[in-house]
């Protein structure tokens, strides 16, 4: 069965620091995906990552993927307030389109 | 151009009736996905339509729970008998051909059964 386990689980960080989130899974797939929640809205698409070293940037976010590693990071470079939400990594199943998500990171940027 | 749209937006409902969900994908998609999101269980998926294919029914909970799509667009979700474990935001997305294309998602149904 496959799992995707994202780390931490809550972040809490000053504005202008760095730090990045964590997506672990556990069976092979070479396609993952990184979508936004703000609180009571619906998912933003983020990031398509679809090959193993996969590297992708939009303003302060930037997104890895590491096939090999099962690993996905979302760096996050000197973080600003409206960066405040809910990030969830997703992995597709059996190259279907149906995504297996983690728990979400929910990340607070303080002023 | 018009995203997914999911109707009502907000439902509540008594334990033992049945609702049903609806969802328009963005005009063109072949591919439709239906995903619940609960407090309690986080993101999970229920079905995948793809096309004129046999729908995914994998991840349906139970099978109080079915879903259609006429037409090749608008699909139904429905739930039969419901419990309080119903309870969740059910989140409709699309893509243009499934597989590794990006999901476009509604703004979800909140359920909530009394």
């Known amino acids: 069965e496959l799992k995707v386990e994202q780390n931490p689980l809550f972040l809490s960080m000053q504005e202008g620091k760095n730090y990045t989130i964590y997506c672990n899974y556990s069976?092979?797939?070479?396609?993952l995906y990184w979508y936004r929640q703000d609180p009571g809205k619906s998912l933003e698409s983020l990031f398509v990552?679809?090959?193993?070293?996969a590297v992708k940037q939009e303003g302060r976010l930037m997104a890895s993927l590491d096939t090999k590693a099962r690993l996905s990071t979302l760096h996050i470079t000197a973080a600003v307030h409206d960066l405040s939400a809910t990030y969830f990594c997703a992995v597709d199943k059996s190259n279907t389109g149906k995504l297996i998500f983690g728990q979400g990171t929910t990340l607070q940027v303080k002023p | 151009g018009a995203g997914v749209s999911q109707s009502p937006s907000n439902k509540v409902t008594e334990k033992g009736k049945d609702v049903e969900l609806r969802c328009d994908p963005i005009?063109?998609?072949?591919?439709l996905y239906w995903y619940r999101q609960s407090l309690g269980q986080g993101l999970e998926f229920l079905i995948y339509?793809?096309?004129?294919?046999?729908?995914?029914k994998s991840g349906l909970p139970s099978d109080r729970f079915s879903a259609e799509r006429t037409g090749g667009s608008v699909s139904t979700l429905t739930i039969q008998r419901t419990q309080q474990e119903d309870s969740a935001v059910y989140l409709c997305?699309?893509?243009?051909?499934?597989?590794?294309?990006?999901?476009?998602f509604g703004p979800g149904t909140r359920l909530t059964v009394t």
């Open positions: 339509f793809q096309g004129n294919s046999a729908p995914d």
């Open positions: 069976t092979t797939s070479d396609r």
């Open positions: 997305a699309s893509s243009p051909l499934g597989g590794a294309y990006e999901q476009y």
């Open positions: 990552l679809l090959s193993n070293g």
């Open positions: 005009s063109g998609h072949t591919a």
